[in-house]
């Protein structure tokens, strides 16, 4: 009976550890390793990391692809999370002339800072990497959206457009992903909203490729800006088609033991986190 007992507990424990809280896919739905994804990744010249914003998962992986490339490549690091006029301080920050109570008081961070972006800002500060606030700020998007579009922007100064892609900027309505935040908006949304997600892509992209040297250039994002080779990666094809891209998104869902068709071709890799992982916020 003991050794009856004994071989349940060994089948059922070796059953739960093979359950694990995510699964890498290929764009076409095939499951690879983390391995075999990093070995993929260190030959592109810039990489985007869509992630679900409130996923531990996917921030703890950020860290880790950031860690594995550092090995490969002369790295930059870059994010949605930090807006282009507070370069500045983010650059005191890496530069150890003011602590992270500093950082908060004279940059606008996220609310999820401390537990999803601190441990990337001090990895690129600990190991002299450079990290760049790619995002429009936040101001100047609400203009878009709410004041009349594109030209709501003209009247800025030249300070102030130094923190936004040049303008005028390529903008495509047609594009599906756009098409897309209509649908799901419907009467809510309005045509001068997809043109702020243009120009937070389009700003992003600009920093991206500002900042781009012979090394290799890890952003992280939204991944809805990223998506099925749209949004940030549209812009950067236009400007840079010849570089090698390479994009990540993360997706949640209730099992994780095959991608949904809905995220088939959403990226070069699919990270599938479980639906049950517990969120930052």
Not at 15 to 39: P, V
Request: glycine content about 4%.
């Amino acid at each position: 009976m003991k050794l009856l007992i004994a071989a349940f507990l060994f089948i059922c424990t070796a059953s739960f550890a093979q359950e694990t809280a995510y699964t890498i896919y290929t764009s076409t739905g095939k499951k690879t390793t983390y391995k075999k994804m990093i070995t993929e990744l260190a030959k592109k010249d810039i990489i985007l990391f869509g992630e679900l914003h409130d996923n531990p998962i996917a921030h703890w992986l950020e860290l880790e692809v950031a860690k594995s490339m550092d090995k490969k490549n002369d790295l930059t690091l870059g994010a949605e999370m930090f807006e282009s006029d507070n370069q500045e301080a983010l650059n005191s920050y890496l530069e150890g002339k003011i602590d992270e109570k500093g950082l908060d008081t004279t940059a606008r961070l996220w609310s999820n800072h401390s537990t999803d972006y601190a441990p990337l800002i001090d990895y690129a500060r600990d190991n002299e990497i450079p990290f760049i606030a790619t995002n429009i700020p936040r101001h100047y998007a609400s203009l878009v959206h709410k004041q009349g579009g594109f030209q709501a922007l003209d009247s800025l100064s030249d300070e102030e457009k130094s923190w936004i892609a040049p303008l005028p900027i390529d903008f495509d309505a047609n594009l599906p992903q756009y098409k897309k935040i209509l649908d799901m908006l419907g009467d809510h949304a309005t045509p001068d909203l997809i043109k702020a997600q243009a120009i937070k892509d389009a700003t992003m992209a600009h920093f991206i490729l500002a900042n781009y040297n012979s090394g290799q250039f890890i952003h992280f994002n939204g991944a809805f800006h990223s998506n099925f080779y749209e949004g940030i990666l549209w812009y950067l094809q236009q400007e840079r088609p010849e570089l090698n891209y390479g994009t990540i998104s993360t997706v949640s869902q209730k099992s994780i033991h095959s991608l949904d068709k809905e995220y088939r071709g959403a990226a070069d890799f699919i990270i599938c986190v479980d639906e049950d992982m517990t969120s930052t916020y």
